[in-house]
């Protein structure tokens, strides 16, 4: 956590907390889901990571989204703090105490970790086939593979025994790793409609179905900074 400097005039400190967020950031939108969780009043800030705002970069040199900065001048620049945060003003479904704390690190950890890892070339397969000579189509299907073996089957499997990642309630790790799944399938949507993976396919798809998700998801207009 940093603070924000008060005589900045890129950021004057916020009567509201202000959130930058990018809707195509799954580390943003899991930010996004615990302040809507915790009904946080927020100004969300959308930017754009290729035309970032000095705004942003005033409050946060690292210029990752999210960034959260509050009105007392602290600056959370992790997503997990900004779900932390948010849920300690308000928790109405108990995530935080859902399951044990460690049990939640390690998960996030796996997601944040192997998991983005291999989302990413699964995703942009053409960026490390040009660098290795090999095909970007073998490359995606050997991520999404090694993805669903070592972190989505495993996960498929909890799910057949509990409703939720880490036991019958909703936990923070649900939520903080929801936007990484939901991208995982979208990718490419027919074969995750296939895969062996029915408890993970029914979760998705029922918290992607809650008016919770729907309303973070929705698209906002790319904020436009006024002190220009
Ligand atoms: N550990 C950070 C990761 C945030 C992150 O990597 N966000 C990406 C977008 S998904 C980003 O802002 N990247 C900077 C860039 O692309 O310039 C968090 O949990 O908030």
């Known amino acids: 956590m940093t603070s924000a400097d008060p005589e900045n005039s890129e950021n004057p400190l916020p009567d509201l907390p ?14 996004r889901l615990a302040l809507r969780q915790a009904g946080v ?31 007392n001048g602290q600056v959370l620049e992790q ?12 928790d109405p479904a108990a995530w935080l105490s859902a399951a044990p704390w460690a049990d939640n690190q390690a998960l996030i950890a796996l997601n944040d970790g192997v998991f983005k890892r ?8 053409q960026r490390q086939a040009a660098a290795d000579g090999v095909s970007g189509t073998a490359i995606a299907a050997a991520a999404r593979d090694a993805a669903v073996l ?3 089957a495993p996960w498929d499997v909890a799910l057949r025994r509990q409703a939720y990642l880490l036991g019958p309630r909703c936990s923070v790790a649900d939520m903080a790793v929801l936007p990484f ?24 798809q029922q918290l992607m179905g809650e008016p919770l998700f729907t309303a973070v998801m929705e698209k906002l207009p790319v904020w436009q900074s006024t002190s220009l």
């Open 181 to 204: 799944v939901r991208q995982f399938a979208a990718v490419d949507a027919a074969w995750f409609e296939a895969a062996p993976l029915p408890s993970l396919r029914a979760w998705l």
């Open 18 to 31: 202000v959130l930058y967020s990018f809707r195509r950031c799954p580390y943003a939108m899991r930010a």
């Open 41 to 71: 009043s927020v100004e969300i800030r959308e930017i754009l990571l290729r035309d970032k705002p000095a705004a942003l970069r005033a409050a946060s040199p690292k210029a990752t989204v999210p960034v959260l900065l509050l009105p």
């Open 150 to 152: 070592q972190v989505l």
């Open 118 to 125: 291999l989302l990413d070339i699964y995703k942009y397969p």
């Open 79 to 90: 997503s997990l703090d900004i779900m932390c945060w948010a849920l300690a003003q308000a």
